[in-house]
T-cell receptor
Framework: AQKVTQAQTEISVVEKEDVTLDCVYETRDTTYYLFWYKQPPSGELVFLIRRNSFDEQNEISGRYSWNFQKSTSSFNFTITASQVVDSAVYFCALSGTNLGMNYGGSQGNLIFGKGTKLSVKP | DSGVTQTPKHLITATGQRVTLRCSPRSGDLSVYWYQQSLDQGLQFLIQYYNGEERAKGNILERFSAQQFPDLHSELNLSSLELGDSALYFC????????????FGPGTRLTVL
């Protein structure tokens, strides 16, 4: 079955510290997609990044960077020089593509981790 | 702003009642997804529609139903409501299906008293 584990329930840092949010996934799909979403206190879910299983290059977007390692089934997210506005719950999610397989494949819907609540204090 | 709209933003109702949540996808998106977010279950996929047809079903209760209309907006109907149905209900949309990014609406917070 598909599963996403975010072992860190809550993280608290002081502004300007770097912080890494961990995500470990399980899937039997040969092609799959990984995502990170941010849920600020206002409640909406904001898309941050999508990565397919064939692209293991790390990605950097401003203060955000993502490290995808297929060998360890991990897709970790690092915020450099954190700011108070980064305070939110961050979700890692997995989407598979093996349609019709009768083993509980996601068939495209997102499987979310439990989320990591990040608090950045001034 | 993701471009996905949901109404109403908040809904308070009583046990046993029926409510309808509405979602308009981003312009051009053919797929609509419904998710439920609760404290105990986290974010769970309920159902997906693609161009008016049901495409995938998740942990959706029999008391819940959904549909996607010709103009591609979608409605989620929740009936015989129970206290445990209190949750944040999200709609998401994507261009087509499983290889595309899902963009989420602001959610409808349902409180069942």
């Amino acid at each position: 079955a598909q599963k996403v584990t975010q072992a860190q329930t809550e993280i608290s840092v002081v502004e300007k510290e770097d912080v890494t949010l961990d995500c470990v996934y399980e899937t039997r799909d040969t092609t799959y997609y990984l995502f990170w979403y941010k849920q600020p206190p206002s409640g909406e879910l904001v898309f941050l990044i999508r990565r397919n299983s064939f692209d293991e290059q790390n990605e950097i977007s401003g203060r955000y960077s993502w490290n995808f390692q297929k060998s360890t089934s991990s897709f970790n997210f690092t915020i450099t020089a954190s700011q108070v506005v980064d305070s939110a719950v961050y979700f890692c999610a997995l989407s598979g593509t093996n349609l019709g397989m009768n083993y509980g494949g996601s068939q495209g819907n997102l499987i979310f981790g439990k989320g990591t609540k990040l608090s950045v204090k001034p | 702003d993701s471009g996905v709209t949901q109404t109403p933003k908040h809904l308070i109702t009583a046990t046993g009642q029926r409510v309808t949540l509405r979602c308009s996808p981003r312009s051009g998106d053919l797929s609509v997804y419904w998710y439920q977010q609760s404290l105990d279950q986290g974010l769970q996929f309920l159902i997906q529609y693609y161009n008016g047809e049901e495409r995938a079903k998740g942990n959706i209760l029999e008391r819940f139903s959904a549909q996607q209309f010709p103009d591609l907006h979608s409605e989620l109907n929740l009936s015989s409501l129970e206290l445990g149905d209190s949750a944040l209900y999200f709609c998401a949309s994507s261009v087509a299906t499983e290889t595309d990014t899902q963009y989420f609406g602001p959610g409808t917070r349902l409180t069942v008293l």
